[in-house]
């Protein structure tokens, strides 16, 4: 049984591991889309002003 609770053990941490590395890509990939969001919307604001600044 004491094997068994260590294959376990080592089996959770694999996993968790696998989980962590999902997590973190996944965050890189919301990171990623809120730049490129916020540099659209900062060159609309740019180009906003361009134009109305006569």
């Given at each position: 049984?004491?094997?068994?609770?260590?294959?376990?053990?080592?089996?959770?941490?694999?996993?968790a591991?696998?989980?962590?590395?999902?997590?973190?890509?996944?965050?890189?990939?919301?990171?990623?889309?809120?730049?490129?969001?916020?540099?659209?919307?900062g060159?609309?604001?740019?180009?906003?002003?361009?134009?109305?600044?006569?």
């Amino acid at each position: 049984m004491n094997e068994a609770d260590e294959d376990n053990k080592t089996r959770n941490r694999e996993i968790a591991q696998n989980e962590a590395e999902r997590q973190t890509i996944g965050d890189i990939r919301v990171s990623v889309w809120a730049i490129a969001v916020a540099v659209i919307i900062g060159l609309a604001a740019v180009g906003w002003v361009l134009i109305h600044n006569n």
